[in-house]
């Protein structure tokens, strides 16, 4: 199993919301409740900060201001009463943050919804007979929603099950289907053997039952839940009576299904967490230990247990089973569960059987306008005036293959900075390296090995030139729903055919399959020692060719991509990808020593109000930051310097480099989706720029930083590379 290293993970759902003021049925409750609400929050609690520490420093420095050019920061963006010293993410944006409209998600998502509007519009008015097909069914309005969901349950045929072999004989059949329900078998790049393997390992959501929950929206999401049960009782028993011993029994079971989603969450950030291998330089995969827990029930075969799992995916060499001690737990959990055929247990994973493939194709149900009062009306009157938008948005997080092949032509019109974006990757690249060679912790064998995988990290920048071309094909009749059900059983499929191909053949069709290039992210892929710069970041919103600065800021982002490959979990492998060791003994311990010292510095920094940062889980994110403006940073004064700038005039210029910075992470995060975003990798928007400019001498003396809340000692200002 591997991972991408993005540099946003969770927003990206988000993201989806900014696009089309739409999103996933699971999330268009907290939309509606949570979004816009939560912003109102936000305004009251979370930056009352910004305003606290006022005192009107005389001595502060203030910004260059050069009249009349759009290229500076915008000064009416700051709180000058607050003290950069004690929180300069509040003093760049403060007075954005306190005034801008609720809903705002700043700079870098602004950017991107003006992207995804115009991919939107090429692919509505596309030429080619597939996406024709589904635009037409994107627009056909006389879908009734409890057909479609009828055609959903008809299709996966989920048996009553007796026992948990059956429990899981009906997860294999829906995985031929394309859905992972408890456990999935999805098609990914395998570490050991270097190739494509399925990788037997968690299931996959049907909804984040646990964002719902720390976001306040468990109550709709309860709600929905025991909708969705209604509608399948509904179906499958059309003279159903809704009496209180049934409604009764509803919510149970609706308790059940979110209790059930959220184990899968846990275990999934466990997971997570033991892959970025924190402190230092543990393996990716935990080391196969014994079988302990997988026979404690001597005498009884469970079919959860790894050898069940072999036998009942029938994937034979083809596969890599998740032998984690986590996974190994999570298996333990679901045999608990079923252990003597419990009946609510197996009422409760025959629900979500048929559940789960709802929920996740919820997002293409028609909405039904006029369904005030039915009882299976789960999601709300679509607010955006567009539906199709929400459908093909849909569709890019579902299929996303089929969307990158579909507007690839449009991707590659409006990546206007892939020239620029590529010259900055190499610039940096040289600044990378001359800074390895100088660096004197290193041995020399370390730092030999480091500047080889260095040398051999490949860039994508922008689309390629081509996507994997598998073919997908539509059924003429089809409604919609039964279109995305033909995608999902392909999409699996082809995924399938992929198995054995080895990685370095083609870095680039992990992302072909599974991520929309449309997408604004960029990532390291630590198994191919490559970064991918998605088309948002090289288009003109993002790194415009009129404004020097946002370029720079923004490739900030480049080099965090980079950094990703000696972060404390890129540094794990060598140059060709491989899961190596290229470290000696002392250099090790000298660089965990250095990452243990970073985590002391975020895990002072507060995540939302009371709750300090988890520097230790945001570790990797936080390496890479820091490697991104450090190399950001040294590029713009080289090239500053080079056009003759000195002194005061370069200060100025330096100044506005770390203003621009923080706009780059511009955005109004209530504090309900800062108490979700406390359970990602990344450190929450204000984090990054408020973690990263106290490790940076210069901007200690170009704002006058000699105290404050953020302030470190210059001693204890870590330095990597
Ligand atoms: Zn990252």
Redesign the pocket.
């Known amino acids: 199993m591997w991972k991408y290293?993005?540099?946003s993970n969770l927003f990206r759902n988000f993201a989806v919301l900014f696009e089309t003021k739409q999103i996933f049925l699971t999330f268009y409750i907290m939309q509606k409740k949570l979004w816009m609400g939560a912003a109102i929050l936000f305004c009251g609690l979370t930056f009352t900060s910004c305003i606290d520490n006022a005192d009107n420093p005389a001595d502060q420095p203030q910004p260059f201001d050069p009249k009349g050019s759009e290229k500076f920061i915008n000064e009416a963006w700051m709180d000058k009463n607050v003290k950069p010293g004690d929180d300069f993410y509040c003093y760049a944006l403060g007075t954005w943050l306190k005034t801008s409209p609720e809903d705002d998600a700043g700079f870098q998502y602004n950017a991107n919804t003006k992207q995804a509007k115009a991919l939107c519009e090429y692919f509505m008015a596309s030429s080619n007979p597939l996406a024709q097909h589904l635009v037409k069914n994107f627009k056909d309005t006389k879908r009734k929603k409890m057909d479609e969901v009828k055609t959903i349950l008809d299709r996966m045929n989920i048996q009553k099950p007796k026992n948990a072999a059956d429990v899981l004989n009906e997860i294999v059949r829906l995985r031929d289907k394309g859905f992972y329900p408890i456990i999935g078998s999805a098609v990914d790049g395998e570490n050991n053997t270097h190739s494509f393997r399925a990788v037997v390992t968690l299931g996959q959501q049907a909804s984040s039952a646990k964002s719902a929950i720390d976001m306040g929206a468990t109550s709709a999401l309860k709600k929905m839940i025991e909708n969705i049960l209604t509608v399948i009782d509904e179906i499958e028993n059309p003279d159903l009576k809704i009496t209180d011993e049934y409604v009764k029994q509803l919510m149970t079971r609706s308790e059940n299904i979110l209790k059930l989603e959220q184990k899968l969450f846990e275990y999934t950030v466990k997971q997570s967490e033991s892959v970025i291998a924190v402190p230092g330089l543990s393996p990716a995969r935990e080391t196969v230990e014994s079988n302990r827990i997988a026979t404690r029930r001597a005498g009884e075969v469970s079919p959860f247990t790894l050898e069940g799992l072999k036998a009942a995916f029938n994937l034979g060499d083809k596969a890599s089973f998740n032998d984690s001690k986590i996974f190994k737990e999570y298996l333990e959990g679901i045999n608990a569960q079923l252990a003597g055929n419990d009946a609510t247990a197996l009422q409760t994973f025959y629900d979500y059987l048929r559940y789960q493939p709802i929920c996740v194709l919820g997002t293409f149900l028609p909405v039904d306008k006029n369904a005030s009062g039915d009882d299976y009306s789960y999601t709300e009157e679509v607010e955006t005036p567009d539906e199709t938008i929400h459908y093909f948005s849909s569709l890019t997080s579902s299929i996303p293959l089929l969307a990158n092949q579909l507007t690839l032509e449009k991707m590659r019109e409006l990546s206007t900075g892939k020239e620029t974006c590529t010259t900055m990757l190499e610039e940096m690249r040289k600044l990378f390296d001359e800074r390895l060679q100088k660096l004197d912790w290193l041995s020399d064998a370390t730092r030999q090995a480091a500047r080889t995988k260095l040398q051999k990290m490949q860039f994508f920048v922008g689309v390629p030139d081509h996507v994997y071309d598998a073919q997908f094909t539509l059924d003429e009749g089809n409604t919609l729903i039964q279109d995305m059900l033909q995608l999902y059983a392909q999409n699996h499929a082809i995924k399938e055919k992929l198995i054995g191909k080895k990685l370095e053949e083609s870095p680039l069709l992990m992302m072909d399959i599974s991520e929309w290039y449309g997408v604004h992210n960029a990532y390291?892929n630590p198994v191919t020692n490559s970064l991918n710069i998605l088309p948002a970041f090289c288009g003109d919103n993002l790194l415009p060719a009129n404004d020097e600065y946002t370029r720079y800021a923004v490739g900030m982002v480049f080099g965090?991509?980079m950094t990703?490959g000696f972060d404390s979990s890129g540094s794990n492998y060598d140059e060709n990808g491989y899961y190596r060791n290229w470290w000696t003994d002392a250099d090790k311990t000298t660089f965990v020593d250095k990452q243990n010292q970073l985590i002391a510095l975020y895990n002072r920094l507060e995540a939302y109000p009371g709750q300090p940062a988890n520097g230790t889980r945001t570790l990797?994110?936080n390496m890479?930051d820091y490697g991104g403006v450090e190399l950001a940073y040294a590029l713009f004064l080289k090239n500053m310097t080079a056009k003759g700038m000195s002194g005061e005039e370069l200060d100025h210029a330096c100044r506005e480099f770390f203003l621009h910075y923080a706009k780059l992470w511009q955005a109004k995060l209530s504090l309900d989706m800062l108490k979700a975003y406390y359970n990602d990798v990344?450190s929450c928007h204000g984090n990054r720029i408020r973690g990263i400019v106290t490790l940076m001498d210069d901007w200690y003396r170009v704002f006058n930083v000699k105290d404050g809340k953020l302030f470190v000692e210059p001693e204890k200002r870590v330095k990597i590379w």
Request: hydrophobic share 20%.
């Open positions: 290293f993005s540099h390291y965090h991509e990703h990797t994110e890479a990344h």
